[in-house]
């Protein structure tokens, strides 16, 4: 039985006269402790996939399972760290991830949720914005304190829709490094949403590609088969890494071409009308009796 299991899923969106089927189909095994990443264009349907995972939304068709069993609603074995940051506005950095932690540990006593709360914040390097409101702070930064907040939680599931996105590379690098020390010394399961090639192959165990929606599913998955710790000082000397970065580049440009060639295929064939003047019958002296 796998882990984390996405069954023949299906959903859409709207009525049946103005519908849009975003996932069909899709069907993913995770094991535990292993690290998928998701690649895919913009407006797939990888956020959809997401929601999916944690509970929030409920397929068409099929089922989604944790340990076999359907899950039916969001809960705390599955984290999901949101692209939009998702911060409470009223709520100082310390604020947001402590309430997320209180409700996670309620048994936790005040000086526990005060340390716990910090060490993740730390981790993030926001200490200096403790304090600060959400409106206060940069988007990257806002991405930090979402991230901090989702890892502070614990849960066995990360599920991080495209994390690092605002952020400049030397932290993403930073981050990067730090969600796969989380990743390692917990021995989480990951679900990852990037559109950047470099990180999914630096740090999943396997890339699965979102085909271009309508009706996206799952294509087949290429292994990461490099062998950990990665040194991203010299991956890009590493042929092995070269080669696999340029395969999941290579299907990614090819799907690509693909659906704008289907697009075209698809464009409606005017029929080829030349107007008539109308205007000498209009000019015409009407008989009235
Ligand atoms: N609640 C909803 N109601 C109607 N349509 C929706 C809803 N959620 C998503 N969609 C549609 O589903 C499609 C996929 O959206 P989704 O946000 O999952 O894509 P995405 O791959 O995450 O995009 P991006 O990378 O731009 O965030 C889009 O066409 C979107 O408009």
Redesign the pocket.
């Known amino acids: 039985m796998a882990y984390l299991e996405l069954d023949n899923v299906s959903i859409?969106?709207?009525p049946p006269s103005n519908r849009?089927e975003?996932?069909t189909d899709v069907n993913l095994s995770v094991e535990e402790n292993e690290f998928v990443a998701i690649i895919?264009?913009?407006?797939?349907?990888?956020?959809?996939?997401?929601?999916l995972l944690a509970g929030l939304?409920q397929p068409d068709k099929g089922e989604v399972r944790l340990h076999g069993t359907v899950i039916g609603q969001p809960g705390p074995r599955l984290g999901i760290m949101f692209?939009n940051y998702s911060l409470l506005p009223w709520l100082t950095v310390f604020g947001n991830i402590e309430l997320a932690v209180r409700q996670v540990f309620p048994q936790f006593s005040n000086a526990q949720v005060k340390e716990h709360v910090e060490r993740y914040v730390e981790m993030v390097s926001l200490t200096p914005a403790l304090e600060k409101n959400p409106h206060e702070l940069s988007g990257g930064m806002r991405q930090r304190v979402s991230l901090a907040r989702t890892l502070a939680m614990q849960p066995e599931v990360l599920l991080l829709?495209?994390p690092l996105s605002a952020l400049d590379a030397l932290t993403r690098a930073v981050l990067q490094d730090e969600i796969i020390r989380i990743w390692e010394e917990d021995k989480r399961t990951v679900v990852m949403?990037t559109?950047d090639v470099d990180e999914a192959t630096l740090m999943a165990d396997r890339i699965v590609p979102?085909t271009i929606?309508?009706r996206?599913t799952l294509a087949e998955a290429f292994p990461v088969t490099l062998e950990r710790p990665r040194d991203r000082a010299n991956l890009n000397t590493n042929p092995e890494f070269m080669k696999l970065k340029n395969n999941v580049t290579r299907f990614l440009v090819g799907m690509n071409q693909e659906s704008k060639e289907l697009q075209a295929d698809n464009s409606v064939q005017m029929p080829d009308i030349k107007p008539r003047d109308f205007t000498a019958v209009a000019r015409r002296p009407i008989n009235i009796r």
Do not use: C, W, Y
């Open positions: 859409g969106f709207g849009t975003v996932l895919g264009f913009s407006g797939s349907g990888k956020s959809t996939l997401m929601s939304q692209q829709d495209e949403i559109n979102l929606g309508p996206a």
